[in-house]
């Protein structure tokens, strides 16, 4: 039998330890499959250890289709891209205001915050803020492939068999771009846009016999390039810094028309439950140390001051082998998608992906 000491001990320990489990919160991430390192979920929960983190890895077009599909429910912090959250928040009201009290935002890159402020702002309020920042463009070996410098150069039959490229609305952007056309400026017209992206389509169609594969995911990608199956490809800015690494022949290129240009968000989910534990990881992965750790991870850049400075050797090295001032002045950020543009940009691929197999 336990002496009343012991006993009241005994009892008060695990009355303490009820109430941590009582007071214990879950922050439900719905993010990109890099964007929370095991080593920085880790270090966050020895920061706040009343904070269990869950990660659902997704991208852009399933974060909204999950939330969509819930109301907004069942996750804390999503990360959908800048151009993805207007009109999302505008159709299936899917998101909450942020209260920017709550974060830090005076570490971020001023053109960032405001460029994602402006994108996001509804009725005076603010749906998101910066995380991190990167651009697609195209890949190449110029060991290779020396001149390789613009969009339609995938399509050049002195490259025949030996490009790369991935059928998802990148590569419609570029190529109107490659054409001579501004397809953000297209947008405001539906039927125009229409009539652009037919015009696209019959120009990838045309393009296939040029083609070796068209990717699906950044291993594949990696491994062709490698081996030399391909010369060059459309990518992601970080998969050519990884390759960069690898090979110092396989570098990033921004297309003469202009990269294009994302920024990761942190949004919250309408009905998300860890407001609090939310903003803390917001301010968590703003911080000097942890922004090297998630940039590692990522390949991207994050959208704070200086963030260019905080990557690790091998990044920064791979980014200032891709990109001149002048590259950097010539991006193109994606611009809000309007209602109906995501339907007819999935059918015009679908277009392409049948006469291509």
């Not at 492939?145 to 490009?163: E, H, R």
């Amino acid at each position: 039998m336990l002496s009343t000491k012991k006993g009241a001990g005994l009892i008060a320990a695990l009355m303490l330890t009820s109430a941590s489990y009582a007071n214990a919160e879950t922050l439900r991430l719905l993010t990109w499959g890099s964007y929370a390192p095991e080593e920085l979920v880790q270090k966050f929960q020895e920061k706040y250890p009343d904070i269990t983190v869950e990660v659902t890895f997704s991208n852009n077009e399933e974060m909204i289709a999950k939330l969509r599909a819930t109301g907004g429910a069942g996750f804390d912090l999503a990360q959908p891209s800048h151009d993805r959250i207007y009109s999302a928040q505008l159709e299936y009201d899917i998101y909450k205001p942020m209260d920017l009290s709550k974060i830090n935002t005076s570490v971020m890159e001023d053109s960032h915050l405001n460029g994602v402020k402006a994108n996001t702002t509804i009725d005076g309020e603010v749906y998101a803020v910066p995380h991190q920042w990167g651009t697609s463009g195209l890949m190449a070996n110029k060991a290779a492939a020396p001149d390789f410098k613009g969009w339609g150069d995938l399509c050049d039959p002195k490259y025949a068999g030996k490009t790369s490229m991935r059928l998802k609305r990148t590569i419609l952007l570029g190529t109107a771009y490659s054409m001579g056309e501004d397809p953000f400026a297209a947008y405001s017209d539906l039927d125009k846009y229409q009539a652009l992206l037919d015009k696209v389509a019959d120009k990838l169609i045309e393009c296939k016999s040029n083609i070796k594969a068209y990717w699906k995911g950044g291993d594949d990608l990696s491994a062709m390039m490698l081996s030399g199956e391909v010369v060059a490809s459309e990518t992601w800015d970080s998969t050519a810094y990884k390759l960069y690494g690898q090979n110092k022949d396989i570098v990033f290129v921004p297309p003469e028309t202009g990269a294009l240009a994302w920024i990761d968000t942190f949004a919250l989910p309408r009905k998300g439950k860890a407001d609090d534990a939310a903003y803390k990881w917001i301010n968590f992965v703003l911080e000097p140390e942890n922004v090297t750790i998630m940039s590692g991870s990522t390949g991207a850049i994050a959208a704070v001051k200086g963030g260019l400075d905080m990557l690790p050797a091998d990044k920064k090295e791979a980014v200032t082998a891709a990109f001149t001032d002048a590259d950097i002045a010539n991006l193109k950020f994606f611009a809000n998608i309007p209602p109906g543009v995501e339907d007819m940009e999935g059918k015009t691929l679908e277009k392409i992906k049948a006469a291509t197999e």
